[in-house]
């Protein structure tokens, strides 16, 4: 890893991912999100960091995924299920139909997975009525499950970080 120094008593480490700046008594790392994270002193700062342009280099997305990048991976994983006889080819065709047709146009396709919080999913049911005019109740408990299986496998892979 190589550290860059830069005037004003800042220090970049991979530019392009992550910036150091002193801030205070700690340090203000900005990531391009622009949420900072304040640290006490320096050397915790570049171990963040460090952590960090780890995962880049063994090949973790660092700034996550989206819904629909997960919705993707959840259907081929689920697509190994149907091959190993876990469930139905009908089952799949039910939660696809589940993710693509609801689940992801009320999340938003590109939202990123670890900028939801527990509650994200607290209004689907209205949303679900107010959309879809008559949906039954076993409809929308049916959809509640496949989010629940949805956030769980983001859970497994890391992607969130509130219990499931």
Not at 2 to 11: D, E, N, R, T
Not at 46 to 65: C, E, L, R, T
Not at 141 to 149: M, S
């Amino acid at each position: 890893m190589k550290l860059f120094a830069i005037s004003l008593g800042s220090v970049c480490i991979y530019p392009v991912l992550t910036c150091l700046v002193e801030e205070n008594s700690g340090i203000k790392i900005i990531y391009p999100s622009n949420a900072p994270i304040i640290v006490s002193d320096f050397e915790s700062g570049i171990g963040i960091v460090g952590s960090k342009a780890g995962k880049v280099q063994i090949g973790q997305k660092y700034f996550g995924i989206s819904f629909g990048e997960l919705g993707d991976d959840f259907l081929a994983f689920q697509r190994g299920r149907v091959e190993s006889g876990k469930i139905t080819e009908g089952r799949l065709g039910t939660i696809r139909s589940q993710i693509t047709r609801h689940i992801l146009p009320y999340i938003g396709v590109k939202t990123k997975v670890g900028s939801i919080t527990s509650s994200a999913f607290y209004d689907y049911a209205q949303y679900r009525r107010k959309i879809s005019k008559g949906v039954q109740k076993v409809s929308i408990r049916n959809e509640y499950t496949t989010v629940g299986a949805l956030l769980k496998f983001a859970a497994r892979l890391g992607h969130v970080s509130f219990p499931i």
